[in-house]
Protein backbone atom coordinates (compact mmCIF):
# COMPACT_ATOMS: atom_id res chain seq x y z
CA UNK A 1 0.00 0.00 0.00
CA UNK A 2 1.30 3.21 -0.95
CA UNK A 3 1.06 5.43 1.72
CA UNK A 4 0.74 9.85 1.42
CA UNK A 5 3.12 11.72 3.39
CA UNK A 6 0.36 13.28 5.44
CA UNK A 7 -0.76 9.78 6.79
CA UNK A 8 2.96 8.78 6.98
CA UNK A 9 3.75 12.05 9.70
CA UNK A 10 0.30 11.31 11.37
CA UNK A 11 1.73 7.58 11.87
CA UNK A 12 4.98 9.17 13.65
CA UNK A 13 3.17 11.45 15.09
CA UNK A 14 0.91 9.28 16.86
CA UNK A 15 4.01 7.19 18.15
CA UNK A 16 5.30 10.29 19.14
CA UNK A 17 2.39 11.65 21.36
CA UNK A 18 3.06 7.81 23.40
CA UNK A 19 1.78 5.01 21.19
CA UNK A 20 3.92 2.13 20.81
CA UNK A 21 5.49 1.97 17.62
CA UNK A 22 4.44 -2.27 17.28
CA UNK A 23 0.66 -1.03 17.99
CA UNK A 24 0.99 1.90 15.58
CA UNK A 25 2.86 -0.57 12.55
CA UNK A 26 0.26 -3.09 13.32
CA UNK A 27 -2.60 -0.89 12.96
CA UNK A 28 -1.54 0.62 9.51
CA UNK A 29 0.03 -3.15 8.14
CA UNK A 30 3.45 -1.45 7.79
CA UNK A 31 6.65 -3.22 9.34
CA UNK A 32 8.92 -1.28 11.81
CA UNK A 33 12.24 -0.96 9.60
CA UNK A 34 9.61 0.99 7.44
CA UNK A 35 8.40 3.02 10.21
CA UNK A 36 11.81 3.58 11.34
CA UNK A 37 13.29 4.39 7.27
CA UNK A 38 10.05 7.08 7.95
CA UNK A 39 10.66 7.97 11.06
CA UNK A 40 14.91 9.00 9.49
CA UNK A 41 13.41 10.79 6.32
CA UNK A 42 10.01 12.81 8.15
CA UNK A 43 10.72 12.90 11.75
CA UNK A 44 9.71 16.45 13.07
CA UNK A 45 8.45 17.66 9.51
CA UNK A 46 4.60 19.18 9.20
CA UNK A 47 2.81 18.28 6.11
CA UNK A 48 3.93 21.04 4.89
CA UNK A 49 7.18 20.00 4.67
CA UNK A 50 6.92 16.26 3.59
CA UNK A 51 4.95 17.82 0.62
CA UNK A 52 8.09 20.48 0.19
CA UNK A 53 10.25 17.32 0.34
CA UNK A 54 8.20 15.14 -1.71
CA UNK A 55 8.33 18.53 -4.58
CA UNK A 56 12.00 18.75 -4.48
CA UNK A 57 12.49 15.48 -4.83
CA UNK A 58 10.45 14.60 -7.78
CA UNK A 59 12.43 18.09 -9.13
CA UNK A 60 15.85 16.55 -8.65
CA UNK A 61 14.68 13.36 -10.19
CA UNK A 62 13.46 14.90 -13.59
CA UNK A 63 16.78 17.25 -13.26
CA UNK A 64 19.09 14.27 -13.09
CA UNK A 65 17.08 12.34 -16.11
CA UNK A 66 17.45 15.48 -17.98
CA UNK A 67 21.22 16.03 -17.29
CA UNK A 68 21.56 12.09 -18.25
CA UNK A 69 20.02 12.81 -20.94
CA UNK A 70 22.12 16.04 -22.16
CA UNK A 71 25.00 13.61 -21.45
CA UNK A 72 24.29 11.16 -23.87
CA UNK A 73 23.43 13.60 -26.39
CA UNK A 74 26.77 15.35 -26.16
CA UNK A 75 28.39 11.85 -26.13
CA UNK A 76 27.22 10.99 -29.40
CA UNK A 77 27.82 14.11 -30.49
CA UNK A 78 31.46 13.91 -29.83
CA UNK A 79 31.35 10.35 -31.25
CA UNK A 80 30.50 12.00 -34.57
CA UNK A 81 32.62 14.78 -34.45
CA UNK A 82 35.99 12.58 -33.92
CA UNK A 83 35.01 10.78 -37.27
CA UNK A 84 36.25 12.20 -39.92
CA UNK A 85 33.57 11.02 -42.60
CA UNK A 86 35.74 12.56 -45.46
CA UNK A 87 38.28 10.66 -44.93
CA UNK A 88 36.62 6.77 -45.11
CA UNK A 89 38.07 5.61 -47.97
CA UNK A 90 34.54 4.13 -49.63
CA UNK A 91 32.95 7.42 -49.33
CA UNK A 92 36.08 9.50 -50.54
CA UNK A 93 36.02 7.34 -53.25
CA UNK A 94 32.48 7.78 -54.52
CA UNK A 95 32.29 11.62 -53.80
CA UNK A 96 35.22 12.01 -56.22
CA UNK A 97 34.16 9.82 -58.46
CA UNK A 98 30.48 11.83 -58.15
CA UNK A 99 32.70 15.07 -59.13
CA UNK A 100 34.56 13.78 -61.81
CA UNK A 101 31.66 12.55 -63.69
CA UNK A 102 29.96 15.94 -63.38
CA UNK A 103 33.14 18.02 -64.86
Known amino acids: MKFTEEQIIGMLKEQ ?37 LKALEDENARLKKLLAEAMLDNAVLKEISSKNVWSAPSLQGSWANGR ?4
Do not use: I, L, N, P
Open 16 to 52: ETGAKTADVCRKHGVSEATFYKWKAKYGGMDESEARR
Open 100 to 103: EQSA
